[in-house]
């Protein structure tokens, strides 16, 4: 099963961006599946992630500003950005986890002060 990212851009600071998700099969395939950024210089880290039974977890500075949803129907996993803030600036990557990571390819996010 492959993922495909899309739905990054440029926006302004306290705007908003959704970005999506979509695998080649189930998604099912999949017991976590979540987004990852990676800033310029810096490690890639975890942003949200959900598992196949809905629960899911936020980084502390994502808290209240992004939501992680999945449609199961359309094999696609959402994020939802609002409140943007220029340190959101990053490589946003979409990840499936099973037995192994899977990884979408990148989707960039820049955010303007």
């Known amino acids: 099963v492959q993922l495909q990212a899309s739905g990054g851009g440029l926006v302004q600071a306290g705007g908003s961006l959704t970005l999506s998700c979509t695998a080649s099969?189930?998604?099912?395939?999949?017991?976590?599946m979540g987004w990852y950024r990676q800033a310029p210089g810096k490690q890639r880290d975890m942003a949200a992630t959900i598992t196949s039974g809905g629960s899911t977890n936020y980084a502390d500075s994502v808290k209240g500003r992004f939501t992680i949803s999945r449609d199961n129907a359309k094999n696609t996993v959402y994020l939802q950005m609002n409140s943007l803030k220029p340190e959101d600036t990053a490589v946003y990557y979409c990840?499936?986890?099973?037995?192994?990571?899977?990884w979408g390819q990148g989707t960039q996010v820049t955010v303007s002060s």
């Open positions: 099969g189930s998604i099912f395939s999949f017991n976590v």
């Open positions: 990840n499936g986890r099973s037995y192994k990571d899977t």
